[in-house]
């Protein structure tokens, strides 16, 4: 394993351990307000078309944002993962009890309800990750799904990351293959990635 892989399997571990020390209800309350940063975004308010992560485990809470989402009519999407090909496809949604547990456990569309959404009409991402830098590099779980979705995207799509506080490190060292966010939303406020 080279050096830099190593390094972030020790940062993926050491965040973990912190993050396996939240209760729901610590979550639940830093989720709401990272929820509300997000709603008070321009680029969420302008927002047509988003891609959306399900949360799972100690990750913000995302589950309410989706619904939400949903019932001011935007157009939501979620990852549905192709663990054989490696690959995301964004699946719009219009309800968020048709979802079941997929890979890795997350919520997914069922295969039965898969409805592809074109990629150039998502207008928003919002990213998840088990560390960020200041300046938008992320640590996600190892497995490049988010990168690999990320560089098929238009670069002007606005990436947003949700992320308690205690995830932002000093520094991330990047590859070509990783693609940074333009804002991590934190319960501590919006940190602007791209100044």
């Known amino acids: 394993m080279s050096g830099e892989k190593e390094k972030k399997k020790l940062l993926r571990k050491k965040i973990k351990g912190l993050l396996s020390k939240y209760d729901s209800s610590l979550v639940e309350t830093k989720s709401n307000l990272i929820q509300s940063?997000?709603?008070?975004?321009?680029?969420?308010?302008?927002?047509?078309a988003v891609m959306f992560y399900v949360s799972r485990g100690n990750e913000v809470y995302t589950h309410e944002i989706i619904k939400v989402a949903?019932?001011?009519?935007?157009?939501?999407?979620?990852?549905?993962?192709?663990?054989?090909?490696?690959?995301?496809?964004?699946?719009?949604?219009?309800?968020?009890?048709?979802?079941?547990?997929?890979?890795?456990?997350?919520?997914q569309p069922s295969k039965e309800k898969i409805r592809n959404i074109p990629i150039e009409s998502i207008d928003l991402v919002i990213v998840p990750g088990i560390a960020f830098d200041r300046k938008g590099n992320r640590v996600g779980k190892g497995k490049g799904f988010?990168?690999?979705?990320?560089?098929?995207?238009?670069?002007?799509?606005?990436?947003?990351a949700l992320a308690f506080s205690m995830q932002i490190v000093e520094q991330i060292s990047t590859t070509e293959n990783d693609v940074a966010v333009d804002k991590i939303i934190t319960e501590d406020g919006i940190i602007n990635c791209m100044l």
Do not use: H, W
Request: glycine share 4%.
């Open 37 to 48: 940063y997000l709603f008070s975004l321009t680029e969420y308010k302008n927002s047509c």
């Open 146 to 160: 988010y990168d690999r979705f990320l560089k098929s995207i238009n670069a002007t799509i606005p990436k947003i």
């Open 70 to 107: 949903l019932g001011e009519k935007k157009e939501v999407s979620v990852p549905f993962i192709l663990k054989s090909q490696n690959i995301t496809i964004p699946c719009k949604i219009n309800d968020f009890s048709n979802l079941e547990p997929g890979p890795f456990g997350i919520l």
